[in-house]
């Protein structure tokens, strides 16, 4: 294992912005009622004046707020790790990179937004945000940013993760937040992440002091990831190798893959892989029309790839990718071809995360194991072409909190879902 790391005033001080950078502009987001395209005015309620004007921006670049680049600090820039381990294991010419994200305080790259959007809602004088969360990545993070700022919040948990993964409802409590589980009005649903929105949505607009925060899906949250592949773009070129062939992320509603990937779309030459779970296949057997981002139909309707705003999927463990939609910069890249996706049940992909912990010693997410499932098999592939390709994936998040689910599936217990 070798690894290249930058120092801290290395950081990115701007972020990335893709939206100028598509082959064709995006349709706009419609409004759930009027069905007319979406204003700031209507999206006052839900989020600060900064964030609004990031979510529509047509500049390539933003500056980073020195606020945010001074917490950001505290665990940026990430380290990029060649997994040689793993390459001896599978025998492949391949060369194997991946950014690791899981050393941030709730262990994944979820901080990298939430810990603006909490700047921004409490500069604009916000004292309380509601969210979501699936499996407690984002609630975790959201709830150490709001830590950082004096801000109160309120989580509503996808009811399967609340109950499969207790620990990241300790760790949102121990920052400070408080946190249900969703639905709140059906004990005996599993939840999705389409209700848990609408819970947080409806919670948000009955009250003056609250905004509303999202983990994924908007463009405004693709943005702040983006500090992923610009620091990986820096550590390849600092070790010396070319651009990558292939980048790897998992997606639910796409931010860590739109953080990693984000910054290669205008590099021809590198593929663009988004991995997701075969039982919530979005990507690959979605369609791509309006919808609504959450199951009551409060959000606006986004044109994205979707399984449908009631689509309920399986309780899998990969829980922040249990999402019916995607984020419609993900959607509009996969749809005029810059970008690929393939799905995979979960044995499979806990499969390739018992793989990884045996060989290069770090146990992932199950999300992150979807991205390390692909890696494998593209790695495999480069062995029978013997083509020494250079692959780059995205670590989003270590499994510390999810051992549950790896003794399920050592033990057998774990149903491989197949869509």
């Not at 921004?120 to 916000?126: K, P």
């Not at 993070?141 to 109160?152: E, R």
């Not at 996969?334 to 146990?363: H, L």
């Amino acid at each position: 294992m070798t690894r290249w790391t930058l120092s801290p005033d290395r950081i990115p001080s701007a972020w990335f912005n893709v939206a100028p950078h598509l082959s064709k502009p995006m349709d706009p987001p419609l409004h759930p009622g009027t069905r007319e395209p979406v204003g700031p005015g209507d999206l006052a309620p839900l989020f600060p004046a900064a964030l609004i004007e990031q979510e529509m921006s047509t500049e390539p670049w933003i500056d980073i707020p020195g606020e945010v680049l001074d917490i950001l600090r505290l665990w940026r820039p990430t380290p990029l790790v060649r997994a040689t381990r793993l390459e001896q294991a599978l025998g492949t010419p391949a060369r194997i990179y991946f950014k690791d994200e899981s050393g941030s305080p709730a262990g994944s790259h979820k901080p990298n937004t939430a810990v603006p959007q909490a700047f921004y809602n409490a500069q604009e004088g916000i004292r309380r945000l509601a969210t979501e969360t699936g499996a407690g990545q984002w609630g975790t993070a959201l709830a150490f940013a709001c830590s950082q700022f004096d801000l109160d919040l309120q989580v509503y948990m996808v009811r399967a993760s609340y109950e499969q993964k207790p620990y990241r409802r300790v760790a949102i409590q121990t920052w400070g937040g408080a946190v249900v589980p969703s639905p709140v009005d059906d004990p005996a649903h599993p939840g999705s992440l389409g209700a848990a929105i609408s819970d947080a949505v409806r919670d948000c607009v009955a009250r003056e002091d609250t905004h509303y925060a999202l983990g994924s899906v908007l463009n405004h949250v693709l943005l702040h990831q983006t500090v992923i592949g610009l620091e990986a773009k820096e550590q390849l070129a600092l070790a010396g190798e070319r651009l990558p062939d292939v980048v790897i992320a998992p997606c639910g509603g796409g931010s860590n893959l739109g953080g990693i990937a984000f910054p290669f779309v205008s590099d021809a030459d590198v593929r663009l892989l988004a991995v997701e779970p075969l039982s919530c296949p979005t990507l690959t057997q979605g369609r791509f029309e309006y919808d609504f981002g959450d199951t009551a139909g409060f959000t606006p309707l986004l044109p994205m790839y979707t399984l449908g705003h009631d689509f309920v999927p399986p309780s899998i463990h990969a829980g922040g990718l249990r999402y019916h939609g995607d984020s419609p910069l993900v959607s509009s890249l996969v749809r005029d071809g810059r970008m690929e996706a393939v799905a995979y049940p979960q044995g499979k992909v806990f499969e390739a995360s018992v793989q990884f912990a045996r060989t290069e010693g770090k146990i992932p997410a199950p999300e992150c194991g979807h991205a390390i499932r692909a890696t494998i098999d593209e790695a495999l592939a480069a062995k029978e072409t013997g083509e020494e390709k250079v692959i780059l994936f995205n670590y989003c998040g270590h499994g510390f909190l999810d051992l549950s689910a790896y003794d399920d599936y050592l033990n057998g217990r774990l149903p491989d879902e197949q869509g």
